[in-house]
């Protein structure tokens, strides 16, 4: 107890908690939850549901039991130049 004067040799012991480190990863959802430091046996901060386009939040799940819900678009590819100097 730091309220209490000393009146006699004392030895003070540190005394540690476990933390876990909690990231979000959203797909390429917006916007990106901040890292969590979380005591061990605490619980998670529930962040803001992200979005993304064309699709509809179901939720978080641990790395590993994502269910496949919402695929990410590739990137079209760029077209061909056309070998006349035209549009295509």
Do not use: H, S
């Amino acid at each position: 107890n730091f309220d209490v004067p000393v009146t006699e040799d004392i030895t003070l012991v540190a005394v540690w908690d476990k933390v876990w480190k909690v990231t979000f990863d959203t797909d390429g959802g917006e916007p990106v939850p901040e890292v969590q430091l979380v005591r061990d046996g605490d619980y998670v901060d529930m962040p803001d549901e992200p979005t993304k386009d064309n699709c509809t939040f179901n939720g978080w799940y641990e790395d590993g039991e994502t269910p496949d819900t919402c695929p990410t678009p590739e990137p079209e590819p760029d077209p061909e130049p056309n070998p006349d100097g035209g549009d295509n």
